[in-house]
C-alpha cells in the first residue's frame, strides 16, 4: 500500500498566483485532513472531511479551499497565494475517530 | 474546544538518561489523547494513545504515558533514551464526541527532544 501521497513535495509560488496540493489515500479512509506545520506553531488543522462529499473547517481555513468529491482524494487549493501561507503542509487519513492518523511525508511550500 | 500546551519547546538530555516531555490539555468533554514523533523531514507516526481503560499506555520502543485526569495530562516519559529518539514529539487530543470535530486532532506546539552522547 502507498499510504497517504502528496505532490508536490516542493513548490514556490509568487504572490496572488493560486495551485492546488494533492492528496490521495488508498486505505478506504473515511477521515481525511489537511494540516500546516510552522516552526514553534506544531500542527494546526486547516480543513477537514468525515466523507466524501462533506467538509468543514479547522483552526486556520482563511485562505484554502477544500472539497470531497470522492474517498481517495483530498485537495488543498490555495486561491491567492500570500507570504504567511509559506509552511509545510500534512494531509492525512483515519479510519474512525479514535484510530491514529495516517500522515503523508508533507509539501514544503513558498510563497515570495 | 480543545487545546493542548507542551510545557518544554527543547529538551536536551544525555544518552542513557531519563526524560520527561510534559503535556496539558484543556477540554470541556472526554478526549482522547495521543502523542506523534516526528523524524527530521518525515511526517508524523503515532507514538502511542490513550482511548480509555489503563490509564498508564506504552510504546513498543520503549516510552510510556500516564493519562491524569485531574490534573489533565498525558505526560510521556523513557526511562533510558538513545540517540535514535532524537525527534521532534507532538502530544495531540482527539474529542470523543460524535460532531464537528470528529476524527480531528488538535496538536500540540512540539518538543524538540535532543539526545547527546
Known amino acids: 500500500n502507498a499510504g497517504v501521497t502528496q505532490t508536490p513535495k516542493f513548490q514556490v509560488l509568487k504572490t496572488g498566483q493560486s495551485m492546488t496540493l494533492q492528496c490521495a489515500q488508498d486505505?478506504?479512509?473515511?477521515?481525511m485532513s489537511w494540516y500546516r506545520q510552522d516552526p514553534g506553531m506544531g500542527l494546526r488543522l486547516i480543513h477537514y472531511?468525515?466523507?466524501?462529499?462533506?467538509?468543514d473547517q479547522g483552526e486556520v481555513p482563511n485562505g484554502y479551499n477544500v472539497s470531497r468529491s470522492t474517498t481517495e482524494d483530498f485537495p488543498l487549493r490555495l486561491l491567492s497565494a500570500a507570504p504567511s501561507q509559506t509552511s509545510v503542509y500534512f494531509c492525512?487519513?483515519?479510519?474512525?475517530?479514535?484510530?491514529?492518523?495516517?500522515f503523508g511525508n508533507g509539501t514544503r511550500l513558498t510563497v515570495t | 474546544a480543545q487545546s493542548v500546551t507542551q510545557l518544554d519547546s527543547q529538551v536536551p538530555v544525555f544518552e542513557e538518561a531519563p526524560v520527561e516531555l510534559r503535556c496539558n490539555y484543556s477540554?470541556?468533554?472526554?478526549?482522547?489523547l495521543f502523542w506523534y514523533v516526528q523524524y527530521p523531514n518525515q511526517g508524523l507516526q503515532l507514538l502511542l494513545k490513550?482511548?480509555?481503560?489503563?490509564?498508564l499506555v506504552e510504546s513498543i520502543n520503549g516510552f510510556e504515558a500516564e493519562f491524569n485526569k485531574s490534573q489533565t495530562s498525558f505526560h510521556l516519559r523513557k526511562p533510558s533514551v538513545h540517540i535514535s529518539d532524537t525527534a521532534e514529539y507532538f502530544c495531540?487530543?482527539?474529542?470523543?464526541?460524535?460532531?464537528?470535530?470528529?476524527?480531528?486532532?488538535?496538536f500540540g506546539k512540539g518538543t524538540k527532544l535532543s539526545v547527546k552522547p
Open positions: 492525512a487519513s483515519s479510519s474512525e475517530i479514535d484510530s491514529p492518523l495516517h
Open positions: 486505505m478506504n479512509h473515511e477521515y
Open positions: 472531511s468525515v466523507g466524501a462529499g462533506i467538509t
Open positions: 477540554s470541556s468533554v472526554s478526549v482522547y
Open positions: 490513550y482511548l480509555s481503560g489503563s490509564t
Open positions: 495531540a487530543v482527539s474529542d470523543m464526541n460524535y460532531g464537528g470535530s470528529q476524527g480531528n486532532l488538535i
